[in-house]
């Protein structure tokens, strides 16, 4: 089937899909915040004609907008939070904060939900040329430290899909060959006695002390834990700045990792008795709050194979010289060695010419090619975290990534705000779209292909267990933790 006219509608959009992604580049809500985000992405699929549903699985900033009836039934993920403390001014070559100490889009997840809305609405046409079967989007909020999609989950979402598709802005096209770090997040409390720390010192238990040994332990314990775990804290309140009271409340914020859930789940509890001995060591009192968790993402070879395919047939982008001299100036801006995007592009390619392709690619202006995909590659975990695990652990899901920065640009940084606005971005972006679009319509038309996906689903996940977050635990924005 030629589904060439169905991507048109996404040409047709381009303009108000690229300035609905420079809105919300500008709103910059963090997690659990974003309002104003929801509010111009449910206007404009109302407009488009999507049944919306707002809020959504109990969440005031999740929401559905959905298109067709009956199956098959496609689900495309899509995110809008910002990340603190990283406003940035748009296009320029230097770390010049728009609004000092306030948030910005270091992630690229304005791109990210338009370049979904954007598929969603490629397959609304299609489904509107008489074919059957309902495409849902999904907003997706707090990806960055709230795990959005695993409180939805926890409420239901995502579990009687036939399959789901997302993608991620970054500095290369690719399909994600690689899992992804469960994790699990905790506040621990530790509750003392003030005192005079000079008068009186004996009559004190510090809470400071205890988070302070807690900590030690922790970092001891980075020896007896696997390679490719990790654990992190946060001192989110040290008990005061007065040096001369002994501080009688302290708070310390944990985020836990591994490759698989269960192995974060046994650190945790590791990380549990820790805190546990640092209470009786100082006399104090303390309190576990449960956060959030997130799910490490279980893999499908044959959506990835799908995937790769439309973003082949789909092809990237063209650029003109302006777009690659100024990807140049900001590649240069990154401090030298910094390799941690291409040896993330890398880490997909197995084969010995495909290792050779990228290394002599490497110092190229924009990385304007598809990383090749390798079928029989074994399961990696990348070092990162993303609560589309859990949709993964709901239904068959596969990712992609394409290049709307310049390479090298990290992750989490200035460099990513300043260039969310530009039309390398903006390109990255409908590509993502596309491919998302002409995936989902091949899988739709394509019965054997979805039943051998949810074989591939029924493999990867036998013999392993899913964690979901306890049903009493609610969402927290974690600004509000400090």
């Given amino acids: 089937m030629d589904f060439e006219k169905y991507l048109e509608e996404i040409d047709n959009k381009k303009e108000e899909l690229c300035g609905l992604a420079d809105s919300i580049w500008g709103f910059a809500e963090t997690a659990y915040n974003e309002t104003k985000s929801v509010e111009a992405m449910t206007e404009f699929l109302k407009k488009e004609g999507f049944t919306v549903t707002r809020p959504a699985y109990g969440i005031e900033t999740a929401f559905t907008a959905r298109f067709g009836e009956g199956s098959p039934r496609i689900g ?149 834990m696997i390679d490719e775990a990790r654990v992190h804290y946060a001192i989110v309140n040290a008990g005061g700045f007065s040096p001369n009271v002994v501080q009688s409340n302290a708070k310390v914020l944990y ?132 609560d589309v695990g859990d949709c993964s652990w709901q239904t068959p899901t596969a990712q992609i990534r394409t290049g709307t920065f310049a390479p090298m640009s990290p992750g989490h940084s200035w460099q990513i705000v300043s260039q969310g606005k530009s039309s390398v971005a903006h390109k990255g972006m409908l590509f993502a779209g596309k491919s998302m679009a002409l995936a989902g319509m091949r899988l739709m038309e394509d019965p054997e292909l979805l039943m051998k996906a949810k074989e591939v689903f029924r493999e990867q996940t036998a013999g392993q267990k899913y964690i979901p977050i306890p049903e009493e635990i609610e969402p927290v924005a974690l600004s509000s933790l400090y």
């Fill in 76 to 224: 495309i993920l899509g995110e809008y939070d910002a990340l603190a403390g990283l406003s940035q001014k748009s296009g320029v070559l230097e770390k010049d904060a728009l609004i000092p100490g306030e948030s910005g889009h270091g992630c690229g997840h304005n791109l990210l939900g338009v370049g979904s809305v954007s598929a969603a609405l490629s397959i609304k046409a299609y489904l509107q040329d008489g074919h059957k079967g309902t495409v849902i989007f999904y907003g997706c909020p707090a990806e960055e430290g709230g795990s959005g999609k695993a409180f939805m989950a926890k409420n239901g979402a995502f579990k009687d899909l036939d399959c789901a598709l997302t993608w991620h802005p970054g500095t290369g096209n690719r399909v994600v060959t690689q899992s992804s770090l469960a994790n699990f997040q905790v506040l621990y409390s530790f509750e003392g006695i003030s005192a005079h720390a000079a008068g009186c010192p004996e009559l004190g238990r510090s809470a400071l002390d205890a988070v302070e040994l807690m900590n030690v332990g922790c970092n001891f314990l980075r020896e007896h």
């Fill in 255 to 386: 985020l836990v990792r591994a490759p698989k859930q269960q192995q974060a789940f046994e650190l945790l509890a590791r990380v549990d008795d820790i805190a546990k001995g640092a209470a009786l060591m100082t006399g104090c009192k303390h309190s576990r709050q449960f956060i959030k968790s997130c799910a490490n993402t279980v893999l499908n070879n044959v959506m990835e194979e799908v995937l790769y395919q439309a973003m082949q047939d789909v092809g990237v982008p063209e650029y003109t010289d302006e777009e690659r001299d100024l990807a140049k100036k900001y590649t240069e801006t990154v401090p030298e060695g910094s390799d941690r995007e291409y040896e993330a592009l890398t880490a997909a390619c197995l084969e010995p010419e495909n290792r050779k392709f990228m290394a002599e690619h490497k110092t190229d202006p924009l990385w304007d090619f598809i990383i090749p995909y390798e079928k029989k590659h074994p399961v990696k975990t990348e070092a990162g975290s993303t």
